[in-house]
């Protein structure tokens, strides 16, 4: 990937549509030093996201579009705020060919399971249905083909004969929020 690293932190935009917890946990991480991107933007694809509330607490920038016709208008906005690059943090809608070509390599998703198994939605249902004994979450460049760019990091979690689907998002979320930020580091660094 191009180097986009300089003295100044990479602006970069996080995309969610719900919780926004690792939204939260990428804004304190860009908030450190050694983070090499600062958080400048949050676009969600309704009003209804919770995580929209880290926007106001954090005093950044944030707007809403429906994602439906509205992507030029996005591409604008991110020109606008000089945005370099784009964290997707549970965002639920699949971007446009030509919108990923316009950020090529430079937008990265986070996913709970081991890509390539599981793309899309119900990972965890899927895992403890197929009795897998590891889950585990992914981050990934975003290519036009869901759920299938090359992928950065992975974090594996063993599945116990007591986990359910919930106690299964629970703990693969919590490694989530250290998967996120090693792997925007092994980006940069
Ligand atoms: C996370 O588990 C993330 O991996 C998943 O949604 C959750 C969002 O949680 N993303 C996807 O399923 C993307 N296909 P958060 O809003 O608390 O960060």
């Known amino acids: 990937?191009?180097?986009?690293?300089?003295?100044?932190?990479?602006?970069?935009?996080?995309?969610?549509?719900g919780t926004g917890?690792?939204?939260?946990?990428?804004?304190k991480f860009s908030k450190i030093k050694k983070s090499p991107i600062s958080i400048d933007l949050i676009v969600s694809n309704t009003n209804q996201a919770k995580g929209l509330i880290f926007a106001d607490q954090f005093k950044i920038k944030k707007k809403i579009f429906n994602f439906r016709n509205t992507e030029k208008k996005i591409l604008l906005l991110l020109k606008k705020e000089k945005i370099k690059f784009i964290c997707l943090a549970g965002f639920m809608k699949i971007l446009s060919k030509e919108f990923i070509k316009k950020f090529d390599g430079k937008i990265i998703n986070i996913h709970p399971s081991l890509l390539p198994k599981y793309k899309g939605l119900n990972t965890h249902n899927s895992a403890?249905?197929?009795?897998?004994?590891?889950?585990?979450?992914?981050?990934?460049?975003?290519?036009?083909?869901?759920?299938?760019?090359?992928?950065?990091?992975?974090?594996?979690?063993?599945?116990?004969?007591?986990?359910?689907?919930t106690s299964l998002a629970t703990k693969v979320l919590k490694q989530e929020h250290k998967l996120y930020p090693a792997a925007i580091m092994k980006i940069f660094n």
């Open 1 to 17: 990937m191009e180097k986009l690293t300089g003295l100044k932190k990479i602006k970069t935009a996080v995309f969610i549509s």
């Open 21 to 27: 917890s690792n939204l939260k946990n990428i804004i």
């Open 128 to 165: 403890i249905k197929n009795k897998d004994k590891f889950a585990g979450c992914t981050v990934h460049y975003v290519t036009a083909t869901l759920d299938s760019g090359k992928i950065i990091l992975q974090k594996r979690i063993k599945i116990t004969a007591r986990d359910n689907s």
